[in-house]
């Protein structure tokens, strides 16, 4: 287990945390021996085409509060992403029947003199104008490359500017090059919402803390007829709602990827419980998981009787679909535990997972319990996976392999690897909402939508015979790997 360690400015990254990778070809099944062994092999890449970066990822969960600013202490062109995060954040509003409201993001415009002589002025001078334009109750400020470079002292200038402000101005320190795993950034998100927000409980409460993206509300439905209220966090809610999620009677994640250190962070910190069953995805994951919640909050019987009630609704509603899919093929791009989650759903409508592009791995969780571990819950319920692919979205290799596989459908979780199947002609599917999938009706759910995207491929037909790629045929015919190699032998703590 990491020791979360809220008096440190910066949260460990996860190659040093958790012994993270994201080069690795073999099965899952091998991974999961790998992992549980204590040592993984990191595969450097000779070529690299893209990578995510963390402080996207750090603010994407920051930028959905909904009464915080966000200052991006950095080049103007790191704020290039911004629209993005507005059209998200607009479009969950409605979802919610909000008010409509524009985030509230800003960007210092470091300048090549500011290299030179450093920025901290000129970042405080833009904290006390976004705290005079919109008032808000509490101002992030996220690092950069640039900053970190320079070495400006982010720390100083948000306690000059709390006392100055009285409100919490607040370090999240995500540059990008300290890691290559993207999903740090979520980690410094949380650890500076922990950091700097979070009070010690004054009461235990019936809220259920769920820590999610900006997907739709389904935990309600079964919380509330158990005597317990939904919490969503971080997307959606206020200063004052995260200053008191550790009064919460347990925290679900919809993603052990997104929410593991701060699932962690609040058990540690505040005794509030942690689900550790793998998210609920499949028949088997489902029962797993509820049984997990309902031992944590003592709801034993009451889960039991709901399993049996969902089993007999969806088990023949379930049969049918299978009989339809019978024989299809799948291939899964996605981060790694909703990958995980992926694949199970696809093993259980009975579709062959001809292999899987996951963008890194997580040996351990914060929680270090080997229950949470999803990749390892597929493997030991459904079988192995072969053409298993850790790769921070490098598209060239997933165009190889899908240009080998022809699968009839790719499911993908970022928007921007989509394109790549379609203009192959394969059928893809991308499900943004990432709770679509999650539970007993989520398998019905992909069913469907799966059957769906099968059975209209008019338009990614028409695409592949007017589009070209700009892969040449040799990287085609080569092995997609070739680029895959120079282990590195990574400790997991």
Not at 108 to 124: M, P, Q, R, V, W
Not at 155 to 177: H, R, S
Not at 420 to 437: C, S
């Amino acid at each position: 287990m990491s020791s979360i360690n809220i008096k440190s400015q910066e949260v460990q990254i996860r190659e040093v945390r958790l012994g993270s990778i994201t080069g690795f070809e073999g099965t899952a099944g091998e991974l999961v021996r790998c992992a549980r062994a204590g040592k993984l092999q990191d595969s450097v890449r000779s070529f690299s085409q893209c990578m995510g970066c963390s402080s996207g990822n750090a603010f994407c969960q920051l930028s959905m509060i909904r009464d915080a600013a966000i200052i991006n202490h950095a080049p103007v062109g790191c704020s290039g992403d911004f629209f993005g995060f507005n059209f998200v954040y607009r479009v969950g509003q409605m979802e919610r029947n909000l008010p409509p409201a524009t985030g509230r993001y800003f960007n210092s415009n470091i300048e090549e003199k500011d290299t030179i002589f450093g920025a901290t002025a000129k970042l405080g001078e833009t904290v006390r104008q976004v705290y005079e334009r919109v008032k808000p109750k509490a101002i992030f400020i996220t690092t950069s490359c640039a900053s970190a470079i320079i070495g400006d002292d982010i720390e100083a200038v948000a306690n000059q500017m709390t006392d100055e402000l009285g409100i919490p101005v607040i370090g999240c320190y995500c540059e990008g090059f300290k890691s290559k795993i993207w999903t740090t950034g979520f980690d410094s998100a949380y650890h500076s919402i922990v950091r700097k927000l979070v009070k010690p409980p004054k009461k235990k409460t019936n809220n259920v803390n769920i820590i999610n993206f900006w997907g739709s509300h389904i935990f309600d439905e079964l919380l509330e007829p158990l005597g317990y209220k939904a919490d969503y966090i971080v997307p959606f809610s206020t200063v004052a709602d995260l200053e008191y999620i550790s009064e919460a009677a347990a925290t679900i994640q919809i993603c052990p990827t997104l929410g593991t250190y701060l699932g962690a962070a609040l058990e540690q910190l505040y005794g509030v419980p942690e689900i550790k069953a793998p998210p609920a995805y499949g028949i088997p994951g489902t029962d797993a998981w509820l049984r997990e919640l309902g031992k944590v909050l003592k709801r034993e019987k009451e889960i039991e009787e709901y399993i049996q009630k969902e089993h007999s609704r969806v088990l023949p509603i379930l049969e049918e679909y299978r009989r339809k899919l019978q024989g299809k093929t799948a291939y899964i791009t996605a981060g790694a535990a909703h990958g995980h989650a992926l694949i199970a759903l696809l093993r259980e409508l009975g579709l062959k997972v001809q292999g899987a592009a996951i963008f890194h791995h997580d040996p351990v969780y914060d929680n270090a319990d080997p229950a949470s571990d999803a990749l390892a819950h597929d493997v030991n319920t459904y079988g192995d996976v072969h053409n298993y692919n850790v790769c921070n979205k490098q598209a060239y290799e997933l165009v190889n392999i899908l240009n080998k596989v022809r699968p009839d459908i790719m499911i993908a979780r970022h928007g921007g690897m989509t394109l790549w199947g379609a203009k192959l002609g394969v059928p893809t599917l991308l499900i943004g909402d990432e709770q679509f999938g999650f539970g007993y009706q989520g398998v019905l759910n992909y069913a469907e939508r799966i059957l769906e995207t099968i059975d209209n491929r008019e338009f990614v037909t028409n695409l592949a015979k007017h589009s070209t790629m700009p892969y040449t045929k040799w990287w085609l015919e080569q092995n997609p790997f070739s680029f895959l190699g120079g282990n590195i032998d990574v400790e997991v703590y």
